[in-house]
C-alpha cells in the first residue's frame, strides 16, 4: 500500500479529505494526520509516508517551509499541495520544491483524483526503481559491476588508436570481432594495438570486449523480457551456453538466476 499522510489546520476540509476520498482505488492508506507544519513534520518522520497532502497556510509553520525542512533533512515523499489561494508565488516556491502538484480550496473531486493518479504513478516507478537498485547491490562484488568504461577524449587524436578501438567495439560489440579485425580497421598491427590498449586502458582488448558485452546483456536482462538466447546472440555470443559460463564468471550467478532477482 501507498502511506499518505494528510497535513491541514481546518478540521472539516481535513475530515472530509481522509474520510471521502476512495484511497482503495489508488491503493492508498492514509497512515496521519496533522493541523499545523510543526506536526506536520514530527508524523512525516515517524510514519515516513510516500504521499503528503498538505495545506500552504497553517498557523505556526506554513506548508512550503515544512516541505522546505523535510526536504532539507532528506525527505523522499511526494508531496501535493493544497491551497485556498491561487497565488503565483505559491505556485513558484512548490515548483521549486519539487512539488508534484498545486490544488485550490475547494478542492474539486476529479482535480484530487488526477493529482492522485499522477502521484502515486510517479510513487510506484520509485518503488521499482528502488527495488532494481536493491537488488543490483546485491551484486556489487561481481566483478562486471566494478567494470568502468574507457572514456573517449572529447577531441580525438587521429593517432589515438585506443579510442578507435574502443569506438569500434561499442560499435561492433554484437557481431564476432576480435583484436585482429579492430587492428585491421584501424590499418595497424595486432601486437601494437595489443600493447597501446593495455597500456591505455589496463586491461586487454579481449577483457575489455568481454566486459562491455556482459554488462550490456546485464542491462538487456533488466529491462526487457527478451529471452536468454536471444539476448546472447544481441552482444555477440552465438553460443548461449558459453554465454552463459561467461556470465557467471563475472557476474557471479547465471543470466537467468541474475533476471530471477529483480523479479
Given at each position: 500500500?501507498?502511506?499518505?499522510?494528510?497535513?491541514?489546520?481546518?478540521?472539516?476540509?481535513?475530515?472530509?479529505?481522509?474520510?471521502?476520498?476512495?484511497?482503495?482505488?489508488?491503493?492508498?492508506?492514509?497512515?496521519?494526520?496533522?493541523?499545523n507544519g510543526m506536526e506536520g513534520i514530527e508524523v512525516i518522520r515517524n510514519m515516513n509516508p510516500d504521499?503528503?497532502?498538505?495545506?500552504?497556510?497553517?498557523?505556526?509553520?506554513?506548508?512550503i517551509k515544512m516541505i522546505e525542512a523535510l526536504k532539507a533533512e532528506g525527505c523522499k515523499s511526494e508531496f501535493i499541495i493544497i491551497s485556498g489561494?491561487?497565488?503565483f508565488e505559491y505556485a513558484r516556491q512548490a515548483?521549486?520544491?519539487?512539488?508534484?502538484?498545486?490544488?485550490?480550496?475547494?478542492?474539486d473531486d476529479e482535480d484530487l483524483y488526477n493529482a492522485l493518479s499522477h502521484t502515486c504513478q510517479e510513487v510506484q516507478n520509485k518503488k521499482t526503481l528502488d527495488k532494481i537498485q536493491n537488488k543490483?547491490?546485491?551484486?556489487?562484488?561481481?566483478?562486471?559491476?566494478?567494470f568502468k568504461e574507457y572514456i573517449i577524449p572529447e577531441h580525438e587524436d587521429d593517432n589515438d588508436y585506443t579510442a578507435k578501438a574502443i569506438k569500434y567495439i561499442k560499435e561492433n560489440y554484437q557481431k564476432d570481432i576480435s583484436l585482429k579485425s579492430a587492428a585491421d580497421s584501424l590499418f595497424i598491427s595486432e601486437s601494437y594495438?595489443?600493447?597501446?590498449?593495455?597500456?591505455?586502458?589496463?586491461?586487454?582488448?579481449l577483457d575489455y570486449l568481454t566486459y562491455y558485452r556482459v554488462k550490456k546483456a546485464c542491462k538487456l536482462l533488466q529491462e526487457s523480457d527478451v529471452k536468454i538466447h536471444e539476448i546472447a546472440n544481441m552482444v555477440g555470443y552465438k553460443d548461449q551456453r558459453y554465454f552463459s559460463v561467461i556470465f557467471k564468471k563475472l557476474v557471479g550467478i547465471s543470466p537467468k538466476e541474475f533476471r530471477n532477482k529483480l523479479n
Open positions: 500500500m501507498i502511506k499518505v499522510v494528510v497535513v491541514e489546520d481546518e478540521m472539516l476540509v481535513k475530515k472530509g479529505l481522509i474520510l471521502t476520498t476512495d484511497w482503495h482505488r489508488f491503493n492508498c492508506e492514509v497512515v496521519g494526520e496533522a493541523s504521499i503528503v497532502i498538505t495545506d500552504v497556510r497553517m498557523p505556526g509553520l506554513d506548508g489561494y491561487s497565488e515548483l521549486k520544491l519539487g512539488v508534484r502538484d498545486f490544488l485550490v480550496k475547494p478542492i543490483m547491490d546485491d551484486l556489487t562484488d561481481s566483478r562486471v559491476m566494478l594495438l595489443s600493447r597501446v590498449f593495455k597500456a591505455n586502458v589496463g586491461q586487454t582488448f
